[in-house]
């Protein structure tokens, strides 16, 4: 065992934290950040700002101009990223986008690729990721998934509803899952590639939630009679749910790597106000009842980054990471919002203006617990897995 | 011991009820509900509704219009006003107001009473209490007030900084707690009544904040050469912290009251929710880890009512309270934030919308965490107590 | 709504309290307190100094020689009795005999009253309940009961295993719950009634446990070939499980009223401790870390006491108080074990050592979120109670 | 970085673990296991299983016919040592032995080597190390030390009270930490070493505990007039704070590396039953409640596995360790803990009685929050680092 990062990932952090202290930190405090997330002009200058600094896309391979590093490279970068909420959205490698690409490029072929992940990897477009569904339809449990798409000549319709959508207002193009029928026949879930705007696709709401950080906020998308041609499936018909898979696991790990720059940020600026401001005749951080909850961040933080870098390491082995993930999965959106909640505690009225991060930060991780599976469904399914014969 | 509630009071309640459910729930979709709170023709017709069903002012006496009721009538009827967020506004019981009404009922002259009560208890004017100030000055540790009012013949000149002033913007009259200095000698805390607008009070910033339920939302203010005549002291000179005593208790119990009854709100929700939805092969309730949290939540309200409402008769009985409500101050904030919490998780993606009320009644509850003492401060307090010789 | 005691209960209390501080305490140190419970030469010793200050028998109807206290009162007098594990014991109102003269009050004959009731509550005799079964038998699922009373003539003969009775051991007899076949026919569970020792009923085993403070212990009992003539059947045949349910609740809230008075002498024991013991420049208790943690268990207490006296009080107006005690029964468990496990924490070495009862009040609070069902089970049944239509 | 155990290590963690399932565990049925540990037989038989199987002293250099294990190395072997309560006795790398070897080894001179530490080597003795003092002396507060040695001539005459002093009883020598006087000037502190017995040297009390797997239990030492000769102070005269850092960090971390193993045990013995007990019409593993408690243990101990395994690497690469042993040795015993809680209340009945190890287990890591710094301790030492200026 080694934890030691190797030098030139040492070297790659030290140069996106100061990026992103240096560059990204001071654009917080810019207007264009909306209750829906950043608009397209804060978006294209923080992306300009990485691309001057070189730091576009660290998921993406060369190939497509990206930096081709590793799940454990990911880990140390997407983390330093994520110290400020702006900057996985400069460097390209915010969701829905950094799993959108992850899954384009092993799954498309090359002809999509140029047509969609090559303009994504220039920072030039966004995307979004079209699975979830109201009530009754697919939410954490993908089998209730609703929406059709129905072979009509040489192309498929797609009716559904699609719902916490993020991203959709502004992308460029939709990944949509729909359950395929051929001639009567329901061949399972297909992945299909479409661009927007499209007819037959509306955003019919943009919704008021918790969470302000991503580019577009998240959409109700009514599908109706959208004609997709065949030639736009992604790779192959009936392998939806295996695609998911593949988007995955990685995107559940990015999200982990990035809400732990986020956690990290709140916890910095609560040890600082805790070292600043006086209260019953000392600083704060005098305070044990201050100084144990920053103890208890310190343990957090640091098991949760053992934890992300573990997993990560064992995908690049090769290994799925299904039960690892979802332990770490579990254990970084718990741990990360416990940080970010002692971190408002501390700055006390402070902590519940927008006058820091923190506020901010904490509504987007309490999204994290829900997200790309709720912590009860990663519990239950590490159970069921401990439950099996043998294991 | 008797825990039945008087058949006088149960029947109040059934109205309250009745009237939050029948004629303000419907009023939440309004969009006059602001980032800063419902806005001033919200809240006028908010007030008309409760004036109209002869529900206003629970808290006051009658000879100022309101019901008279004890602790332990607010504890009942604050909790059902609580069920929606707008309830207490509707009612006229709402954070600050609510509190300030009380502080005037006890310590104010006839005149005051007449001039600044008199129209609040009608519902036609709000207040603001401005003591908090930012950092270095008094927030958790009152000792700590910087603002001053400098005695100038018959006037006081007052000067400082105000800050998570909540309700100032829009309010008719504020009572500013300041050192006072006369002659050179300071003579401690005073309390001032001030109409506004006025010159030299000027709101410089209305605060970005996590909540979004106090009218008026929380403002900055800046006291620069404020003059306030000697007539308009609030009590005497020198008892500021005396009279924040008499206002602190009570205040901090109808938070509790308040609270409980949006918490009920989310768990309601949060419960009709899962036996409606469906996941994995049954309705969420059906799954023993949405069950388990629902049966927590309905251990964590039926506590939390049964420590207000024996804090609350404990105040009627003539006693400070002061253990009491620091110890259900923390449980109630604690117990509400953990029942709103698993609200938001029992209903995953949607309770991180603003599609249901929970998602801003867990944003509002985690305030309440800090206000009015943050649990902290609480325990502390409590450890204080238990420490002394003889506890 | 009235929290006051009645001047009756509040003198009857303070007796209580007096005794158990002057006569049972200094009792602790007695060496016949063995790993299996007091022994039987110390429960006598104990149960004379309660006779001695009329206090025996709280929960008994004056008719058998009691103090036919509602359950209200019961809530405040077997708190006050559990400040010493002991106390109970000598009291006469301890598990499972406190348990099995409610149940024999209510079901069985004026003759069986005479021949097993008389003398236990006489303090002449102790009992034990045979309910719970080893693995795949009755435990926290009593449908799953396996012993079983065939009818012979006029006898049955009972044959099974069961374990964790407590009290077995040196019990003057049993009441035991078996599968009744009659004729070939399951006519359901019967209670039935047996003087020990007797043949067919055999300890196999005193099983070694957490907790040490039951009389006799906890055994494994063998039953075979038990012949009980039908004179001895409790109530009626088949009624088994209505007549558990008889027991059940108010069983269930007496063991919260215990352990809330064993919970709070282990508080009592750390704060005096917090308030003696210096580290770091300060007694204990001015460290918030410490402080803190006092404070929770004066919030968990407070709470607990109201939940209990409610429940307590919800019974005496006859209400079945199933939900009522279920959750007062999760909550006093778990929050009499943290208060429990807080003042080890505060007591340091000295916590985990049996120079204070803490450790000993530790280890037996731990069993109480198990027995009597877990709090698991409990909060199952909070939930499908919550779940049902109409709820 | 690189999470994989090297080959050699894998192999040696696999023959620890086999050697704990085939040899160890059918030992836990041994009636040698007393209320105060192992006895001396007992403990002789297992040593001599390791012996046997070449497993002795991992932690040991090969000079002193130990394995030269670096701190990772241990933290996998001793971890699988762990597994069995009885394992870390046979292969002599239990507390306080295990310390106290790595303490003389790094300070005692080579005669006091040969004389006292190849002997333990050997597992033919034990030892204990005296310094936690009853109040008003050291206890987490080292610098209360009140234990003195007198220079008399060409000896010290050392007077004092130890009391939680693990393994005095039947200890062949001991370490003793007193505060130094040499011609009326305190040098500080010292560490001497002792033959036992010796005269002035008294054990007056074997501690009734709530944990019960450390051989010899703990005593109280009364030194009264214990004479010393100056050869045998272990280094240098005052230099016993610094020595006791010395065995601290590695020490607290071989703590945090048995107990993981315990804590894994426990869960394994849930886990096993909980797939084979059924109520409610399924396994209980089936039930989301225990299935999520199982999965929560899965992630506690995964993390506190990481956690130890990244500090002992830090160790190895030369680091001292403070802050992350203090993070470690916070989050490891109240994760192990409340594994081992889990698994009690998955057994239910089962898990407070002595039929299977998790109810010891439970008992032991109780302890373990507290010895070798509380939780408390550990907390506030990272928030005072943290609170440095400059951190």
Same sequence: chains 1, 2, 3, 4.
């Avoid at 390491?313 to 940080?339: N, P, T, Y």
Wanted: net charge neutral; hydrophobic share 40%; proline share 4%.
């Amino acid at each position: 065992m080694d934890f030691a990062l190797n030098p030139e990932l040492a070297a790659l952090e030290k140069r996106v934290r100061e990026f992103v202290a240096d560059r990204i930190i001071p654009m917080e405090s810019d207007p264009r950040r909306t209750a829906h997330g950043p608009d397209e002009g804060l978006r294209a200058d923080l992306v300009g700002l990485a691309r001057e600094a070189g730091l576009l896309n660290p998921q993406v391979s060369p190939e497509f101009g990206g930096m081709g590093l590793s799940h454990l490279g990911k880990a140390v970068v997407l983390e330093a990223s994520g110290y400020s909420m702006l900057g996985p959205i400069a460097m390209n490698c915010a969701a829905p986008d950094e799993g959108n690409m992850h899954l384009l490029e092993v799954v498309a072929s090359d002809a999509q690729k140029a047509r969609w992940l090559r303009p994504m990897t220039e920072g030039r477009t966004r995307s979004c990721f079209c699975m979830t569904e109201p009530h009754p339809g697919a939410g954490s449990d993908p089998a209730l998934l609703k929406t059709t798409a129905v072979k009509r000549g040489d192309r498929f319709v797609v009716t559904g509803r699609k719902w916490l959508i993020t991203g959709a207002d502004g992308a460029a193009f939709a990944i949509i899952m729909a359950r395929t029928l051929v001639d009567g026949e329901d061949l399972g879930a297909t992945m299909f590639l479409c661009d927007l705007p499209a007819k037959g696709f509306r955003i019919s709401e943009s919704i008021d939630s918790m969470d302000s950080s991503f580019a577009g906020g998240h959409a109700v998308v009514e599908l109706e009679g959208l004609e997709i041609p065949e030639t736009d499936v992604l790779g192959e018909i009936g392998q939806g749910f295996r695609y998911a898979q593949v988007r995955l696991v990685p995107a559940r790990l990015t999200h982990c790597m990035r809400w732990l720059g986020a956690a990290q940020r709140a916890h910095d600026i609560a040890t600082r106000y805790a070292k600043e401001r006086e209260a019953f005749g000392q600083k704060l951080i005098g305070h044990e009842g201050v100084g144990f909850m920053l103890a208890d961040n310190e343990i957090d933080l640091h098991l949760t980054r053992l934890g992300v870098r573990h997993c990560a390491w064992l995908l690049d082995q090769g290994a799925r990471g299904s039960a690892e993930s979802s332990m770490i999965k579990v254990h970084a959106s718990e741990a990360c919002f416990r940080v970010a909640d002692r971190a408002v505690q501390i700055l006390g009225g402070m902590g519940v203006t927008r006058k820091t991060e923190v506020e901010r930060i904490f509504r987007d991780i309490r999204a994290f617990r829900i997200y790309d599976g709720p912590s009860e469904v990663h519990r239950w399914s590490i159970a069921r897995r401990l439950g099996k014969p043998g294991a």
